[in-house]
């Protein structure tokens, strides 16, 4: 039997129904078992043959069900004929280990029982072997089958109750039938007329005007629990509307797109006791009359009406948006006659004036909605508005900047839109419960200053010559300033900041994004966006933060960023070409696929500070080949273990900080002994590190191309004794035996050049197990300048002989007691707080002829006559420091 959708509705006519019923429930038996109680599963075990008994199938309820009737209904709609509904039945058991088995039903014509092998794949291990084929017998008690049916559309209900008596009775059930969608239905009004007969009950009717004929007529009459009537299309007359009478309980009434009138008037009078919400859009007519006592909201949205007469005493909200035909002093009578309206939409009504929007103002004075859009000439000027919460104003010619002033007399105004209002210069307002604004397109607007704790959203796109932003909020998270070709000073007073778009910006300057350094006011700043910001921004600090996570940045002429302590920062796309210097320290989540992509967009880096990114791993750092140029490379507080990676991708490397890198091995320095790797290498920074004695020991001796080296924090450091390493060289077996295993190998260098010392600074500050300097003159250190060994508490002994060192810092060596030294060239002695006596410091001093500076406040055993002596021995004395 063919099921064509289009006669869907003919399954529920009375006359019809027994036979069909009669004539499906035929065809259902000879498709399926009728209902039973027990069900088997017929099978082998092994030597046993006989019939397992089951319990009956546990069927879950849920929308999935819809699948245990049918396979979708749009699989129902689809089938041709019965016999091709039954290849789309599936059926959902648990079986007895607890799993759900979805197993599909085939019922062939004519069999009485359903044997078909089941699928190993679909049975517990224990079954499987010996349970070859199953026979269901399904069984729906009612109140499950109404359950299964609430899943299912009116077309759906229609097919299914041509299976079987008892799912054609559940199909027709009231429940299902409450809201009666005739659209886009192939149906007679005959049809139309006996479901709405069979279904008094039914509370929505949604019908095609063109089947309102005076059977259907009738019928509507019956619908006394109506409470939605919509209507499209067609001619409504007269006779329709006297008709909603009969509906006591209509509430909701919805016309699209239909000719009203009866003939030629094109008037209609729409009179109903409870009627709330009515819709007439789309509508051709030229009068309308509404006396609704219980009216709440009235559309007439893209009407034609000329003329609106409303008795609507309570009435909240009125549209009439894109009305043409209605007039200026029509709009007025149909708003003024309603002194309830809060929302109110005129948009699209070009002839309403300012006129107008006073005079309603003056009598609907709690008016918080009006949507005032495309019309030309309003200019807002001494309309008063105090109740206002919504305001939309696109595309006001006559909006400028005078109209600020009526706006500024909104207390309660929470949402503004001002787009392409081209008239206006300057926006000023200062409004406490403001949280949304928009003004995109507005070309000629110069100044925004916004002031408003509530801000939430702005949204300032494509206004070419606004030249200065001020805003003030602290609930603003958001700030949107897309295309903003002049903008070149921005003030942002928003604590909660977390998002600015500034894309194709193009005038930006470093001096704007002072907003977003140390007291810029945006201290919970997390996504900034910069595409396309092509012009003027060379810098960006980015360095207070802290919850930016997501980065985007397009600029050809940055050469500066910083992002030091954006530590939530995971997403980082900066593409540009001429970045010289990024410092990204402490950002915890930039990970090697950040630094992969910065590298490949930024290749002409020159400084890249990596200071505690702990997520970039060894296989990341090989990203750092792209940077041809780089020089500097901080991987302090990182799990760096060796130098590998950082020796084969940076050959032109100046300077490596690798503090607090306690993971590297005593052999991760070997390589650039001699200055085999990374032979431009002058400064290395290896402070608060975990390194040995000897390593140490290795380094100072081998690495005499170093100009800079800090050891600062070493604990394993005792002594800085180079008597004996004078004497020594990297070929010596004591300081080569590590450096044995190595492939470097440079025979070009000789030994005498080998042992000439580039050190001009060496830092040792707050090594707490240093005990004794000795520097002599053999360790040829003619080039050290500056050693600084403050804080190191148990030194005792220091001895030096550097002719061209002229800052020495021995601060806090609480336990110093000898000095000697042989610097005739020492300018700046800084010996705060040391135990040094009067005497062995007179004699340190007496040959350094140039000494300028003396530090020697809290030395508790220099007196004031010993201040005296040293002024005499050092004549040269600019800058004594005591607190004798």
Aim: proline share 4%; with cysteine.
């Amino acid at each position: 039997m063919a099921l064509d959708p289009s006669s869907a509705y003919e399954g529920l006519d009375e006359e019809g129904e027994q036979q069909n019923v009669q004539h499906n429930q035929n065809q259902a038996e000879e498709a399926f078992l009728l209902p039973s109680h027990n069900t088997t599963i017929s099978g082998f075990c092994h030597n046993v043959s006989d019939e397992i008994p089951l319990k009956r199938p546990k069927l879950v309820i849920c929308p999935s069900l819809v699948n245990c009737v049918f396979a979708g209904s749009s699989g129902l709609a689809e089938s041709s004929s019965f016999g091709d509904m039954e290849n789309d039945l599936s059926f959902q058991m648990s079986s007895k280990d607890g799993n759900d088995l979805t197993l599909p039903l085939k019922l062939p014509p004519g069999h009485k029982e359903v044997s078909e092998p089941m699928d190993s794949s679909s049975i517990g291990d224990d079954n499987q072997d010996y349970i070859n084929d199953y026979m269901i017998r399904l069984d729906l008690t009612d109140d499950l089958l109404h359950a299964v049916f609430t899943f299912l559309d009116h077309k759906a209900l229609c097919k299914a109750g041509l299976v079987c008596k008892q799912w054609h009775a559940s199909s027709v059930h009231e429940d299902f039938w409450r809201s009666l969608n005739f659209e886009n239905c192939k149906i007679t009004s005959d049809q139309v007329a006996r479901v709405c007969r069979r279904y008094p009950r039914a509370v929505e009717l949604h019908l095609p005007g063109s089947l309102l004929d005076n059977p259907v007529h009738e019928a509507l009459r019956t619908l006394k629990n109506l409470e939605v009537l919509t209507i499209y299309h067609g001619n409504l007359g007269d006779a329709f509307f006297s008709l909603l009478v009969e509906c006591p309980v209509l509430s909701h009434l919805i016309v699209i797109d239909a000719t009203l009138g009866s003939g030629g008037s094109q008037e209609i009078h729409v009179r109903h006791e409870s009627l709330r919400h009515l819709q007439v859009m789309r509508c051709r007519a030229i009068r309308i009359f509404v006396r609704c006592p219980q009216l709440e909201t009235l559309s007439l949205k893209r009407s034609g009406v000329a003329s609106a007469n409303l008795n609507c005493p309570v009435l909240r909200e009125l549209d009439v948006a894109s009305c043409h035909k209605l007039s200026d002093p029509g709009i007025r009578a149909a708003a003024m006659s309603c002194p309830l309206l809060k929302s109110l939409d005129i948009s699209n009504c070009s002839y309403v004036s300012d006129d107008t929007l006073r005079e309603i103002a003056a009598v609907c004075t709690d008016l918080q909605i009006l949507d005032a859009s495309y019309c030309p000439n309003i200019s807002l000027e001494a309309v008063r508005l105090p109740m206002l919460m919504d305001l939309k104003l696109h595309n006001c010619e006559g909006i400028n900047a005078t109209s600020m002033a009526a706006l500024s007399q909104c207390y309660y105004l929470e949402a503004l839109q001002l787009d392409f209002c081209w008239l206006l210069t300057s926006v000023t307002l200062d409004l406490p419960r403001l949280r949304h604004i928009s003004l995109v397109n507005c070309r000629k607007i110069v100044d925004l200053n916004l002031s408003s704790p509530a801000l939430a959203s702005i949204n300032v796109t494509s206004c070419p010559i606004l030249n200065r932003v001020d805003i003030t909020s602290t609930t603003l998270q958001k700030l949107v300033l897309q295309k903003q070709q002049s903008l070149t000073t921005m003030t942002l007073q928003c604590l909660r900041l977390s998002e600015v778009d500034l894309s194709e910006c193009e005038s930006l300057t470093n001096s704007i994004f002072e907003v977003f350094s140390v007291g810029g006011g945006c201290p919970m700043l997390g996504t900034l966006i910069l595409d396309s910001c092509e012009v003027g921004l060379l810098s960006l600090n980015l360095g207070i933060c802290p919850y930016l996570s997501e980065l985007e940045i397009r600029a050809t002429q940055m050469t500066l960023l910083e992002l030091k302590g954006c530590g939530v920062l995971s997403q980082a796309d900066i593409n540009c070409p001429h970045l010289q210097s990024l410092d990204a320290s402490f950002c915890s989540l930039f990970n090697d696929d950040c630094l992969d992509a910065a590298t490949a967009a930024c290749p002409s880096i020159k400084s890249l500070v990596l200071m505690s990114c702990t997520s970039i791993g060894p296989g990341g750092l090989l990203a750092l080949q792209r940077l041809s140029n780089l020089t500097l490379l901080d991987l302090s507080y990182t799990f760096l273990t060796n130098l590998q990676p950082i020796i084969d991708s940076c050959p032109q490397l100046k300077v490596l900080k690798l503090q607090a890198c306690k993971y590297l091995d005593d052999t991760a320095l070997v390589p650039l002994h001699r200055g085999r790797a990374l032979p431009k290498l002058s400064e290395l920074d290896l402070s608060y590190g975990t390194l040995s004695q000897s390593a140490i020991e290795e380094l100072l001796a081998c690495c005499l191309h170093l100009t800079h080296v800090s050891l600062n924090g070493c604990t394993n450091m005792h002594d800085l004794d180079w008597r004996f390493e004078a004497g020594k060289s990297c070929s010596d077996p004591a300081l080569h035996r590590k450096e044995s295993s190595c492939d470097w190998t440079d025979d070009s260098v000789t030994e005498e050049e080998s042992s000439v010392r580039l050190l001009q600074i060496l830092n040792c500050v707050g090594c707490p197990n240093i005990k004794k300097v000795v520097i002599p003159v053999s360790a040829q250190c003619v080039n050290l300048c500056s050693l600084n060994l403050s804080l190191s508490a148990n030194i005792q002994d220091v001895s030096l002989v550097c002719l061209n060192l002229t800052t020495l810092n021995l601060s806090n060596c609480l336990a110093l007691e000898i000095l000697q030294l042989d610097c005739p060239r020492l300018a700046s002695l800084l010996l705060q707080a040391c135990g040094i006596k009067e005497y062995e410091l007179e004699c340190a001093i007496y040959s350094c002829h140039l000494l300028e500076t003396l530090d020697i406040r809290s030395c508790p055993k220099i007196s004031s006559i010993g201040i005296s002596k040293f002024r005499s021995t050092c004549p040269t004395l600019k800058r004594l420091f005591s607190n004798v």
